[in-house]
T-cell receptor, first 116, second 114 residues
Framework: AQSVAQPEDQVNVAEGNPLTVKCTYSVSGNPYLFWYVQYPNRGLQFLLKYITGDNLVKGSYGFEAEFNKSQTSFHLKKPSALVSDSALYFC??????????????FGKGTKLSVIP | DGGITQSPKYLFRKEGQNVTLSCEQNLNHDAMYWYRQDPGQGLRLIYY???????QKGDIAEGYSVSREKKESFPLTVTSAQKNPTAFYLC?????????????FGSGTRLTVV
């Protein structure tokens, strides 16, 4: 069975400082990994994904994520946080085609608060 | 533009009533999903459908029902058997053959029992 862990329920960071939101995963075979962002009373919006290739993936709004196969991690990062980045962030994983379920498994989410 | 439309955005239900949440997509996606979101509990899968006229229970299907008569539509009915229906409901879709694209989500329906 595949699973995702987001060990921090909440992350607080000062505006202008770098931010990291952590994610670790478990899946059979090579993973497809995703980050989504959710603003209050809205649906989830796609931020970025890792399928294959370069371990550092760049996405929307200046976010990036680093895939680390040995640590089974896919941490979300941004060099300089903005107050507007305050939101709920979800990590998700699925196995590669043929590895079983194509369904995404989501973490429980991490609330990011950027303090002015 | 293609996307998923959920309606209504806000819904109020009296005790003992059934209510139906609408989810329509024009992305030509085969698979559709319903999730329930409560504070601090992430997303919990209610039902999913991989193809028209077929659907499977997710982790918390009790008190809910769905239908999939058309590819574009996957309505969710919250029945009176659901004892604690107040939550934010999200619909999503995906194309199984295009797993690299992940899911597309609707904007959600907030259901409140009054």
């Amino acid at each position: 069975a595949q699973s995702v862990a987001q060990p921090e329920d909440q992350v607080n960071v000062a505006e202008g400082n770098p931010l990291t939101v952590k994610c670790t995963y478990s899946v059979s075979g090579n993973p497809y990994l995703f980050w989504y962002v959710q603003y209050p009373n809205r649906g989830l919006q796609f931020l970025l994904k890792y399928i294959t290739g370069d371990n550092l993936v760049k996405g929307s709004y200046g976010f990036e994520a680093e895939f680390n196969k040995s640590q089974t991690s896919f941490h979300l990062k941004k060099p300089s946080a903005l107050v507007s980045d305050s939101a709920l962030y979800f990590c998700a994983v699925r196995g590669a085609p043929g590895a079983g379920s194509y369904q995404l498994t989501f973490g429980k989410g991490t609330k990011l608060s950027v303090i002015p | 533009d293609g996307g998923i439309t959920q309606s209504p955005k806000y819904l109020f239900r009296k005790e003992g009533q059934n209510v139906t949440l609408s989810c329509e997509q024009n992305l030509n996606h085969d698979a559709m999903y319903w999730y329930r979101q409560d504070p601090g509990q992430g997303l919990r899968l209610i039902y999913y459908s991989q193809i028209v006229n077929d659907f499977q229970k997710g982790d918390i299907a009790e008190g809910y029902s769905v239908s999939r008569e058309k590819k574009e539509s996957f309505p969710l009915t919250v029945t009176s058997a659901q004892k604690n229906p107040t939550a934010f409901y999200l619909c999503a879709s995906s194309a199984p053959g295009q797993g690299a694209r992940g899911y597309t989500f609707g904007s959600g329906t907030r259901l409140t029992v009054v």
